[in-house]
């Protein structure tokens, strides 16, 4: 049953704190997104990657947020420091060149910052 | 600057009658549009999707239509059931290929369908 994995599904934490969220694209999938849902802003683009390089993280706050994927079976995506505003879904999206143009999402990490 | 727009937040229908959820967009270089569903605390799953050559493609019960003059594309779901209650997210692939570009979404619409 191939999906794309995401850890952890909730994560509460204090304001200041290192958040990191992980995501396991499906196997064989070359490109991974990262989004946050937000009611405003629906589904936001925040960092993609091809072949494991980032293409385009033009929507993350650069101060705080980070994205890598150390390798082909893993992204990463964290926060340092968070902050209340950053509360929202963070979603992990696989996609494959050799495919059509849709990408496949994970169920999601509910971070709430207080 | 929303490249993809849905204007409409919900919508609501009654079970057998159709549903039209409404899309548009602003950069004319988009060449694939999707639309996904989503469910409470779930991912967005994929239903549909269209090249920017074509007018129309049709899957069972879901229909998406682009009008490319006017950048504006609808999905039609017919007849509507219970289980097509969720937000619907329209996305515009922003590479000129048919491989997985950056997908752009809309704002989402809420669709009930009332039994």
């Known amino acids: 049953d191939a999906r794309v994995t995401q850890t952890p599904r909730h994560k509460v934490t204090e304001m200041g704190q290192e958040v990191t969220m992980r995501c396991q694209p499906i196997?064989?999938?070359?490109?991974v997104f990262w989004y946050r849902q937000t009611m405003m802003q629906g589904l936001e683009l925040l960092a993609y990657?091809?072949?494991?390089?980032?293409?385009?993280d033009s929507g993350m706050p650069k101060d705080r947020f980070s994205a890598e994927m150390p390798d082909a079976t893993l992204a990463t995506l964290k926060i340092q420091p968070s902050e209340p505003r950053d509360s929202a879904v963070y979603f992990c999206a696989s996609g494959w060149t050799g495919g059509g143009p849709e990408a496949f999402f994970g169920q999601g990490t509910r971070l709430t910052v207080v | 600057d929303q490249q993809v727009k849905q204007n409409s937040p919900s919508l609501s229908v009654q079970e057998g009658r159709i549903s039209i959820l409404n899309c548009d967009y602003t950069?004319?270089?988009?060449?694939?549009f999707l639309w996904y569903k989503k469910y409470p605390a779930e991912g967005p799953t994929f239903l549909i999707s269209?090249?920017?050559?074509?007018d129309k493609n049709e899957d069972g019960r879901f229909t998406v239509f682009l009008n490319k003059s006017a950048k504006h594309l609808s999905l039609h779901i017919v007849p509507s059931q219970p289980g097509d209650s969720a937000v619907y997210f329209c996305a515009a692939n922003s590479i000129p290929s048919s491989n997985t570009g950056k997908l752009i979404f809309g704002q989402g619409t809420t669709l009930q369908v009332k039994p």
């Open positions: 196997l064989g999938h070359n490109t």
């Open positions: 269209i090249s920017s050559i074509k």
């Open positions: 990657f091809r072949n494991r390089a980032p293409l385009d």
């Open positions: 950069n004319s270089m988009f060449d694939y």
